[in-house]
């Protein structure tokens, strides 16, 4: 094929290569099919010199190659870095993760992505979409018969073990017939191009096949870094299927346009849950988890700040197994108790109807084809792997015969009732492997596929310098690429292929692709020669009526997380600030002040940032300092800093939908960079109270972002009011407890007890301003608890707090409900009253103490009076606020529908 134009003459400096030079000496391993080269790599055709020459008459196979690398002409290897630096960047700046095993105590894994993408030209894309198509097709037809009359089964075109005898296969949804009438609305293809240039389906999803997230993400990053080419390949636009899908959706389900629709969810401890949060956002649908939803007299209901609304459809992220703890897996805590009486009523369409698990076992592949001979009377356009199901004696012996030449695969994948493995490659086996492999096949060969191996075709991707790692040179290195492809529904027109889908390239150690095992991806760019489709996922003519509809939800789940990641910012800030106060007065001006000392020990005990046996400042004071110190970077024993972070970063990764990219990424950074500095401390011998403070600090910095993300970043709905609810609960018991014990220790009767109220109030330079360098109770009190205009005084947020609990309630302007009315009423507090004090000594006669010593008579009690009810308050509204919006408890009917 002639090149559309030649390429550039590569620079003369050695040390430089550019882009033409790199891909000039780039191969793919011998006996895989090149996709830059578009022919199978042989090691007798001698590497291509960088010459003008050559390079011109041995441009790459294909046209969309080319006139890629042309885009690129100039570009050095340390221009590809930049890119790749910037890549990476950009991903980790968007928080897209991929959490092989989701821990809540490990960083999150940023998703891997290729600088290149894999160019499928228009021919190839049109042979992949109508095997696609064809094959989607035959599945819902065996999904439709399966669950219905089972002719299939009888004349054995299909086995029966290979379908009652799996797990997937759901004898509860037997004789249902879907929503809208479809069984399939999403399925997954995945496929490899071997040596002959073919395309081979290995495998197919249709439970819950992830990637339609993660490849939208995909072509964002790399359209953007490569726009230039990407316009002038004429590469198809991916909006158009995600609009053909959720239509789709509307129009099969009963409601219409108005059918309220959300995406189920595991949570955010799937390793997916960066696709779920994002696909909700982009489809415009409601991020749910099992426990947002209850069934009711046969129909499924959110649960939300304002009560039950009705959900008409499902898009599932949630394996089959797991969705009806009622009459599937009874440990389940994903799904949704009589979600599947629900569906058999006919309530509410779910994609993908539950029960299609049976399709996605391997050894499925080897009897489409005669299928589709007899259900269509066609062949299929795009074929599988040879395929041997081992639970046939006549494939068993077949497929041991050449064992060494094939992947050994599991029937019933992920199955806790058979026996379940990764899929080995019998050629990377040892002669007594591969006999023990023969073994287990022959005791347990229903439990065993074997599928032939071809080898994967390989793709060009960019191998980044390292600084750290000087004999890493970057340049183009072939990677083995697998490519799935995605089906959709498309209402009446039946299904259409998502035109790109998700490359999944492997590392350099492992043939079989899997993002589990150290796997990256690629963006798919398939390119056509017709018009290049526009379509968006805006919404072109938005109604009163449909602006009304669209009123964000706010599930119960949402809200009580919400409430959770305020209370946990606002003892974040506490303790970094008590903490900080704590260590700078152990090394200040008066560190043998008893009251100070006193106060400050009862306060590190009462916030937890120190256990109760520790020893106070008093009697060691090194010892209470290294135990404030070593509590503060541990998740473990006392509940410090650290503690409070991490829960903050878990509180919120559950309402990831809610909360922009600056502000997940600042919440994200801030606990990364605090355990990181602390262990780098802890592996040098232990953090000195200097490098402590400075920790503090910085994260103090974090947290004043993370507070104005919250407070000038977020709508301010139920959701965001809840969130405030719950900083205002935390402050006011913080602060009055605060008060109260200084009170009780004296501190605040001594010069440094009195500064360090003020710099744990954050009110050092607005007291010094008003009152230069007074010392006055009076002041005091009126400042920190009477003063409206300090968001830090008690006043000020019980005064919030009330007006806050009010416009939750829905209470008419200037009216409180009930809730609010729990929290005392600054307008009753007097300055005069508050700050009267009783004498300073009773009788002795008549109140003394064992010794003999005269008694102290309360001081300030009306205040103290005030504190205490404040904190009882924020007890009481705190529950209060769980029992009223957190739980529906009220009884239907029938829970579930009669089963």
């Known amino acids: 094929m002639k090149p559309v134009t030649s390429l550039p003459i590569p620079p003369q400096s050695p040390e430089e290569p550019d882009l033409t030079e790199l891909a000039a000496r780039y191969r793919a391993s011998e006996g895989h099919f090149d996709e830059l080269r578009d022919r199978v790599s042989d090691s007798r055709s001698p590497a291509t010199e960088a010459t003008p020459e050559n390079i011109a008459n041995k441009a790459f196979g294909t046209r969309g190659w080319t006139s890629f690398f042309n885009s690129l002409r100039g570009e050095t290897a340390t221009d590809l870095n930049q890119r790749s630096i910037q890549l990476a960047r950009q991903i980790r700046d968007n928080g897209i993760t991929y959490n092989v095993y989701a821990d809540e105590n490990g960083p999150q894994r940023p998703w891997s992505l290729d600088l290149f993408p894999l160019i499928v030209d228009d021919a190839n894309w049109k042979h992949i979409e109508a095997g696609v198509l064809q094959r989607v097709r035959l599945l819902e037809h065996v999904m439709a018969d399966v669950y219905g009359p089972q002719k299939l089964l009888e004349p054995g075109f299909l086995p029966p073990a290979l379908v009652h005898g799996h797990p997937g296969y759901l004898r509860a949804m037997h004789g249902v017939q879907p929503v809208g009438g479809r069984y399939l609305h999403i399925a997954a293809f995945d496929m490899a191009r071997g040596p002959d240039s073919n395309w081979w389906v290995v495998g197919q999803r249709t439970q819950a096949p992830s990637g339609l997230g993660y490849l939208l993400e995909n072509r964002l990053a790399i359209s953007a870094q490569f726009g230039g080419a990407f316009d002038n390949l004429r590469v198809q636009r991916l909006a158009g299927t995600y609009r053909a899908l959720m239509d789709s959706l509307r129009a099969m389900n009963p409601m219409g346009a108005d059918a309220h629709l959300a995406l189920l969810t595991p949570g955010p401890y799937n390793e997916t849950y960066f696709e779920h949060a994002y696909l909700a956002r982009y489809l415009g649908l409601t991020l749910v988890e099992g426990s947002d939803l209850l069934v009711r007299d046969e129909h499924l209901y959110l649960k939300t700040l304002k009560g039950l609304v009705p959900v008409h459809g499902l898009l599932k992220r949630v394996d089959d197994q797991y969705m009806d703890p009622l009459e599937l897996r009874a440990d389940s805590t994903l799904g949704v108790p009589g979600l599947l009486q629900a569906i058999r009523a006919g309530n509410v369409l779910v994609a993908n109807t539950p029960g299609s698990a049976f399709l996605e076992s391997p050894a499925l592949l080897g009897f489409l084809p005669a299928l589709s001979r007899h259900l269509f009377n066609e062949e299929l356009c795009l074929p599988a792997l040879p395929t041997w199901w081992c639970g046939e004696s006549g494939a068993m012996f077949d497929a041991l015969a050449r064992l060494r030449e094939c992947a050994i695969k599991p029937t019933y994948p992920g199955s806790s009732s058979h026996a379940s493995f990764d899929a080995v490659l019998g050629a990377r086996q040892t002669p007594q492997a591969l006999n023990e492999w023969a073994g287990r096949i022959a005791r347990h060969p229903e439990e065993h596929t074997v599928q032939a191996y071809t080898p994967l075709s390989q793709m ?38 998502l035109p790109g889908g998700l490359a999944r390239v492997a590392s350099s150690s492992h043939e079989i692709i899997s993002m589990q095992h150290g796997g990256s991806s690629a963006d798919v760019w398939a390119l056509t020669t017709g018009e ?51 260590l700078d007065c152990l090394h200040g001006e008066d560190p043998t002040s008893v ?50 972070l991490r829960a903050l970063k878990l509180a919120a990764s559950s309402v990831r939908e809610r909360l922009s990219q600056e502000h997940w990424r600042i919440i994200t950074r801030a606990e990364e960079v605090f355990f990181a500095r602390f262990a780098a401390q802890r592996q040098r011998g232990g953090c000195s109270t200097q490098q402590a403070l400075q920790i503090l600090k910085d994260t103090s910095d974090h947290m004043a972002a993370i507070t104005g993300a919250q407070t000038d970043r977020m709508t301010r709905d139920d959701g965001w009011r809840l969130l405030s609810i719950g900083r205002h609960v935390e402050r006011m018991g913080f602060l009055s407890t605060a008060l109260n014990l200084a009170l009780t220790c004296k501190s605040l009767e ?40 300090n968001p830090r005084s008690v006043s000020w947020v019980a005064h919030t707090l009330r007006g806050r609990l009010a416009k939750l309630a829905g209470s008419e302007p200037n009216e409180l409900c009930a809730l609010s009315l729990k929290v005392p009423n600054p307008n009753a507090w007097g300055l005069a009253q508050l700050c009267e004090r009783a004498p300073d000594l009773v009788t002795p006669a008549t109140a003394s103490d064992a010794t003999g010593a005269a008694a102290e008579a309360p001081q300030y009690e009306l205040l103290r009076t005030v504190l205490d009810q404040c904190s009882d308050a924020a007890y009481e509204v705190s529950e209060e606020i769980s029992a009223t919006y957190f739980t529906h408890a009220g009884q239907g009917n029938h829970s579930v529908g009669a089963l």
């Open 460 to 497: 060009p991707t960019w191998q980044v310098r390292h600084d750290s790692d000087p004999s890493i040179a970057p340049e183009l290195v072939p990677r083995s690429v697998m490519l799935r492809v995605f089906a959709v529904s498309d209402g009446a027109q039946g299904w259409c292929v």
């Open 595 to 644: 009251p100070l000392m006193t106060w400050l020990s009862q306060m590190a005990v009462a916030n937890t940032l120190v256990l109760p046996g520790v020893p106070t400042p008093l009697q060691a004071p090194r010892v209470f300092e290294r135990a404030l110190i070593d509590s503060l970077g541990s998740t473990q024993g006392a509940t410090s800093v650290g503690f409070y």
């Open 532 to 582: 290049v489709d526009h379509a968006t996922m805006l919404q072109p003519h938005l109604t009163p009526e449909s602006l009304m509809q669209r009123k964000r939800l706010v599930t119960s789940r949402a809200a009580e997380n919400l409430f959770w990641l305020g209370r946990y910012t606002e003892r974040t800030e506490n303790a970094l600030r008590l903490a900080r106060l704590t």
């Open 750 to 789: 001594t010069a440094s007890g009195f500064d360090a109220m003020l710099e744990l109030f954050d009110n050092a330079i607005t007291f010094h301003a008003e009152f230069q360098q007074s010392r006055d109770m009076a002041a005091l009190v009126d400042l920190l608890v009477i003063d409206r205009d």
